[in-house]
Each structure stands twice: as structure tokens, then as C-alpha cells.
């Protein structure tokens, strides 16, 4: 089975200056979705950015950008210019590409700090 | 926008008592999803459903029972709550598979089983 590891339990980082949160993950599959979750406090997760692993360029959304690397299993978000309204739960999710279920990391929590 | 909807923000149950988790999303998608939260161990996947009727068992069944009569609506049982069942309950949906298979999530509904 899919594996997610979240190593960073907490992060912190000031405002507007750029953060990294690390994600790996364990699959023998080649086919397969990545996912970076926002969970703001009270409220629902949203979708941050999403990366398919046949591509080789990494996924980039405003402010958000990823860093893919599929030999190591590895899938970071870069957080630019940082806001206070990123604070947040972030979770990573990996999907295999034919099936319908999810496997999610623990989560990091970000603090922005004013 | 997508909208899923779960019932409760907050609910406060007995042990043994009977419990229905709400879930309802209007964007005629196939799939609907039950997960738990908690802290440390990220989202785990309880039930989902792919069509109305049918469920699969996900990582964490035990315990729980699902109900989809209609596509729109995907209901979470608990059958004898106990405290140990005390958790945030996620509810997500999203369409069957491709690249769109994207899931949306609602608000939450934070248990508490005394």
C-alpha cells in the first residue's frame, strides 16, 4: 500500500518571505496524482495544487509552487511571499491514477508570524 | 462552486448511542468519501462509494456502516458509539476517475462521544 510521510509536524515562517514544506512518499506504481491540501482553522480543506506524475514540469499556482522530484519520491510545496492568510494545516495526498481513494500524510501546520 | 455539505459542525453523543453523519454534495458526482481526523495521523479513509448502493470499505471500517440511497447523499453510521470514536469526521466527493477526479471536501463535523 501507498505511503505518505509529512516529516515536518510544525513549521513557522515570517510574513512574506518564502517557506518549504517536505513531503515524501512510497509507491511502486509509475502512474499516479499528487496533492497539496490546505486546511485553514474552522474551515474545509481546499484543493492548493495537484501534480500528475507523467509530467516532468512542476506544478506551479500563483504563490504556490512544487518541487517533483518522481526518482526520489519526493513532492515539496514552496510557499512564496507568504501571507498571513496561509496559515493552515497542509496536507500531502498521493492517488494512484486508476483508483478513486486517497493517502494522506500527517499533516504540517504553518504558523505565519507578522 | 462545489459544495458538500455535512450536517453538523459539532456534535455531542453518549456511548452506545446511535449516531448518523450527514453528507451531502450538488455536483452530481460519483464518488463520495467518509474519512477521521486526528492529530498526528493525517486523514484516514473510512468508507467510500462509487454509485449509489454500493460502498467499499476503506482503512478503518470497523465500527462504522455507510448508507448511499441517493447519489447525492452519503450517510455515516455508527452503530454504538464509544469514546474512542471521538474525532473530526471528513466528508468529501468527486467525480469517478481522470483527471478531474479531484476531491472536494465539506466543513467537518467534530464528534465527541462521552
Known amino acids: 500500500a501507498q505511503t505518505v510521510t509529512q516529516s515536518q509536524p510544525e513549521m513557522s515562517v515570517q510574513e512574506a518571505e518564502t517557506v518549504t514544506l517536505s513531503c515524501t512518499y512510497d509507491t511502486s506504481e509509475s502512474d499516479y496524482y499528487l496533492f497539496w491540501y490546505k486546511q485553514p482553522p474552522s474551515r474545509q480543506m481546499i484543493l492548493v495544487i495537484r501534480?500528475?506524475?507523467?509530467?516532468?514540469q512542476n506544478a506551479t499556482e500563483n504563490r504556490f509552487s512544487v518541487n517533483f522530484q518522481k526518482a526520489a519520491k519526493s513532492f515539496s510545496l514552496k510557499i512564496s511571499d507568504s501571507q498571513l492568510g496561509d496559515a493552515a494545516m497542509y496536507f500531502c495526498?498521493?492517488?494512484?491514477?486508476?483508483?478513486?481513494?486517497?493517502?494522506f500524510g500527517a499533516g504540517t501546520r504553518l504558523t505565519v508570524k507578522p | 462552486d462545489v459544495k458538500v455539505t455535512q450536517s453538523s459542525r459539532y456534535l455531542v453523543k453518549r456511548t452506545g448511542e446511535k449516531v448518523f453523519l450527514e453528507c451531502v454534495q450538488d455536483m452530481d458526482h460519483e464518488n463520495m468519501f467518509w474519512y477521521r481526523q486526528d492529530p498526528g495521523l493525517g486523514l484516514r479513509l473510512i468508507y467510500f462509494?462509487?454509485?449509489?448502493?454500493?460502498?467499499e470499505k476503506g482503512d478503518i471500517p470497523e465500527g462504522y456502516s455507510v448508507s448511499r440511497e441517493k447519489k447525492e447523499r452519503f450517510s455515516l453510521i455508527l452503530e454504538s458509539a464509544s469514546t474512542n470514536q471521538t474525532s473530526m469526521y471528513l466528508c468529501?466527493?468527486?467525480?469517478?476517475?481522470?483527471?478531474?477526479?479531484?476531491?472536494?471536501f465539506g466543513a467537518g463535523t467534530r464528534l465527541s462521544v462521552l
Open positions: 468529501a466527493s468527486s467525480f469517478r476517475q481522470g483527471a478531474k477526479n479531484i476531491q472536494y
Open positions: 462509494s462509487y454509485d449509489v448502493k454500493m460502498k
Open positions: 501534480q500528475e506524475a507523467y509530467k516532468q
Open positions: 495526498a498521493y492517488r494512484s491514477y486508476n483508483n478513486n481513494d486517497m493517502r
